[in-house]
């Protein structure tokens, strides 16, 4: 039987060979996703456990006394915006553990660097860069201690007693547990959890409308598969073995379709590698498959191709004689709307109840996006009913009469092929809509702005005594494009009062600041702010931007009255320096200059900078949204061109006949065009609109936000898709004319 049914699915003709190429596409399009997502897992968890070793100050003890502690710091920097890690390390003896990636310890006035780093070290002037360096370059840190090909990495030997000074640690080995399973501290790393979530989605998201598309492709002339397995039946066939034969060649298409998908997936693993899913790129060696991953896919995959060709052909299994006996489905009823309603219900709820924990949180909003989507789900078919009704009703033309009365007979099939775009829309609607309310209200800062542009160090009065006015580099005020050098003094009210008001629009929240300045400078400095009438001192951030970084469009920023006399704020200690600049090089080259003079407080930056991660997070899961959109549209396109194509081969001889009869081509295809572009823009207006809602009371029950429109591009690229989607399907519409001639009409 094994043998018939290869031989049957391989020399059935023109059809078969169409159904299983179309089949082993689908395929081979869901394992690449597929392989995609789980490569893409795997290379979170190996780019984690390289990030290990950066977290050596909260490493245990040794289990070997006699091992020499390693003196260790490690700080973040900066140069454009860009994060350095500069680790500092001095042995206290010859056992002392060595960091992975480097052949020994470097000794005082000696350094590793990462190849990237090292580059960049090459191409700049040493005054923005390289002298905030001390000593010379001995070698380059090696990939297994890398995250990524970009991280910019720097080990520094120091003496034992420079590192003490500047608050280091003794360490007795080298951490080696990943950051995503250390509880002890492990701040530099990756945040696992939350990456595997975002993947998952991502991996949801995409696979979905290829397996609408696997489903089509299924029942690609399903009509007359079925009317051959019941004459088969009829003939003698047993159910099992009309099983068998439908199993065998949806387990050849797939077979096929999972090979070329494991083709696709290699050839696109050096530019996936290339996408910064995490901030960084990976190693393309990173993007790897377990045994267990390979195993999973090549032998689930064709063991689900045969379960779907089992349900699609159940008819036929039940009885022989019922395929030739068609019955309208039963309509669906209104109850598919309860899980949409409770997910809305739900998501509204939360405004006001914000849960406390960051369990409960994704608990709470997860639950309602699933319960949303599900709903709309559900709904899709009674949606489609009703907008099939109402087109009918209102119907001027026989081409909408028909097209309306036809999706109204059944719904559910003409949901179906669209049902894919339900989960791209809705979650990118959903991804969009937070990400850009986020980026307007918490992002980075334009780089035009004085948030950019000027940079702080600050003098924390944990870290010892602050440095006197002649301490500051006078070097500073004469580098080309520096605009002013600013000393912000301590504010004597050292406790901020209690608040009754937690609210950054409210003025009780901005009344005490830890810095003050005077009236006449803040005025002569122009870009940072002005005073209140009639104060004469101003109670300022330290950094001279607070929480006007929020909104830096407010030229007008007034701070506190801090209700001092001006001769009192000479006498203050010195809370933090200011420079404002012109241009990046003058800006890393008075970073530099304040690195050297003050190396035990923390390393000058600018909000921009502080901000920048969050932002720069948010933006790269916004393009995993995008291509989430991009890739599911044109895969929702052809799922709807296998089923016009579907839908026209099973209709022929009903086509020929009205064509016969006198009925013009153009309004058989005006027929297949409506009955396709009703449920596809229903289907794109709902689930963006409802993706727009749900991410308006997410923002207003975890952030209070309200929802900030998109920009033009998330538009263009929706009716962009929708039109690639709409042309696919158009190119079937030429096989009308080819199907519906005069010998279709005959009684067969």
Known sequence: ???FAVRLSLAGGREAAIRLAVIATAVALGVGMLLATLAGMNAVN???QRYAWLNTAVAPAAADPSVDPLWWLIREDYYHGDSIGRVEVAATGPDAPVPPGIPRLPGPGEYYVSPALGELLRTTPAAQLGDRFPGHEVGTIGRVALPSPDSLLIVIGRTPTDLEHLGARKATQIMTTSPSSCARGCYVGINHDGMALVLSIVAVALLFPVLIFIGTATRLAATRREQRFAAMRLIGATPRQISVISAVESVLAAAVGTAVGFGLFLALRPGLAAIPFTGERFFAADLSLAIGDVLAVALGIPLGAVVASWLALRRVQISPLGVARRVTP???RAWRLIPLVAGLVELTYF?????PTTNGQLTAYLSGFLLILTGLLLAGPWLTMLG???LAGRASRPATLIAGRRLADNPRAAFRSVSG????????SVATGIITTYVANRGEPRTDSVAATSLSTWFEPEEGPAPTADQIPAGLATIPGVRSVTLVRANPVDTPPPLEVNGTDNPAYRWWWPGIITCAELDRLAVFGTCPAGARVAAVADDLIGERARDLTNDRYVWADAHMDPAQVERQPIRSVVVNTADRAAFEQART??????????FPSSTAEWEADSARLMVQFQQLANVVMLASLPIAGCSLAVSVAGGLTDRKRPFSMLRLSGVQLRTLRRVVALETVVPLLAVAAVATGMGFLAAHLFLRAQLGYTLLAPDGSFY???????????GIVASTLPLLRRITGPETARNE
């Open 1 to 3: 039987m094994i043998r």
């Open 46 to 48: 190996a780019q984690n």
């Open 330 to 332: 039963k309509p669906p």
């Open 351 to 355: 405004i006001g109840r914000r849960p």
């Open 388 to 390: 099939a009704r109402l």
């Open 421 to 428: 775009l339900i989960v791209a829309l809705f979650v990118t």
């Open 593 to 602: 200059m304040l690195i050297n003079a003050f190396p035990t407080v923390r």
């Open 716 to 726: 263009l690229m929706v009716a962009g898709g929708l039109a690639a989607s709409l």
